[in-house]
């Protein structure tokens, strides 16, 4: 199976203004969002996989309507952006999103089953002091996917970082995100573990047979994104840079 990883493009296109953190380069992003996509031509992947801050929208004015209608405007040059992708897509809004208006333009895809995995994707949100929580039904889809004994081994794909810990300067990890881990090693069921949220990334990192990777924020440069090759859980992975 292989995997396209795209994360945190913080795109202000319609939406005025740039990013209060000057290396995120919001208003380049839906070029390289293009740029990538005529990479993915040719890579072929049969997944594209893109976790969250999808827009970097001022959320001093989340009720504004024409700051909405903005935004509304960005989710839509981003759809008509990645629609360019050859293969299937799995879209999450994060903690910069309007996750109304994210999940109106990329409906959740909680779970589908690609080229012999099945992949789940989990639509979390920050809980008090911005720690990410998997609480209620998203907690609820993921343990009853570990108790499974279908066979089928999993992807989990979230915005938030899972493990390893990354809380330097603001709480990126799961607040329980250390029982998280724990539980997706203990089950057997889980191959790989993506996340976004955290802009320098992970590498790819095996736990107990499970792979955990961190993509870095595409909008910085050299403004990256992965790509993995999964197979009998083994992973190998790329880096494509679009400054190079």
């Keep these: 199976m292989r995997i396209a990883h795209l994360t945190d493009p913080h795109i202000r296109h319609h939406l005025p203004g740039s990013s209060s953190i000057p290396r995120r380069h919001s208003r380049l992003m839906l070029a390289s969002l293009a740029q990538a996509m ?43 952006v990645l629609v360019q992708a050859p293969c299937p897509r799995i879209v999450l809004p994060g903690n910069h999103d309007l996750e109304e208006l994210c999940e109106r333009a990329f409906p959740p895809v909680p779970e589908c089953v690609i080229a012999g995995h099945r992949v789940l994707a989990f639509y979390d949100r920050e809980g008090e002091g911005h720690v990410p929580r998997r609480v209620a039904g ?60 955290y802009h320098a990334g992970v590498p790819p990192f095996c736990e107990e047979g499970v792979w955990f990777a961190v993509a870095p924020a595409l909008c910085q440069a050299p403004y990256r994104f992965w790509v993995y090759d999964l197979a009998n859980g083994s992973l190998t992975w790329q880096e494509h840079a679009l400054e190079e």
């Design 38 to 80: 005529a990479r993915l031509a040719h890579l072929r992947p049969d997944l594209l996989v893109v976790t969250g801050d999808l827009l970097d929208y001022p959320l001093e004015y989340a009720a504004d309507p024409r700051f909405r209608s903005l935004a509304w405007a960005d989710l839509m040059a981003l759809r008509r």
């Design 138 to 197: 998203e907690r609820a889809r993921f343990c009853e996917a570990l108790e499974r004994r279908d066979g089928v081994p999993q992807v989990h794909v979230q915005h938030y970082v899972v493990w390893p810990e990354r809380n330097q300067g603001y709480p990126h990890t799961y607040g329980d995100g250390d029982a998280l881990r724990r539980r997706i090693v203990q089950s057997g069921r889980v191959r790989l573990v993506l996340s976004g949220h």
